[in-house]
């Protein structure tokens, strides 16, 4: 098993900038693939980000350039810098991790004023 804790959503303008984390419960170099999904209001989830064990990374079209994904493997955590945020990346961020089967986080929730 897998428990998924994150934190550092909020509230910024546009054009600003928020760092999520999410802490894992076991190593995250033993989970197949770590990475964050958001969800807005009335839409499906969707993938923002995600690395692989092996260290491959992948974003969605609509935040290249802008987010970067990241891992600390001393702190088994992984982060999210979201850089020159829009109005439309606001959504509820969740972390989430393959291990077997998919674990996710309780979600946190990330509002870009225009």
């Known amino acids: 098993q897998v428990q998924l804790v994150e934190s550092g959503g909020g509230l910024v303008q546009a054009g600003g900038s928020l760092r999520l984390s999410c802490v894992a419960s076991r190593s995250i170099f033993s989970i197949n693939v770590m990475g964050w999904y958001r969800q807005a209001p009335g839409k499906q989830r969707e993938l923002v980000a995600h690395?692989?064990?092996?260290?491959?990374?992948n974003y969605a079209d609509s935040v290249k350039g802008r987010f970067t994904i990241s891992r600390d493997s001393a702190k088994n955590t992984v982060y999210l810098q979201m850089n020159s945020l829009k109005p439309e990346d606001t959504a509820v961020y969740y972390c989430?991790?393959?291990?077997?089967?998919?674990?996710w986080g309780q979600g946190t929730q990330v509002t870009v004023s225009s």
């Open positions: 690395i692989t064990s092996g260290g491959w990374i």
């Open positions: 989430y991790a393959l291990f077997g089967l998919d674990y």
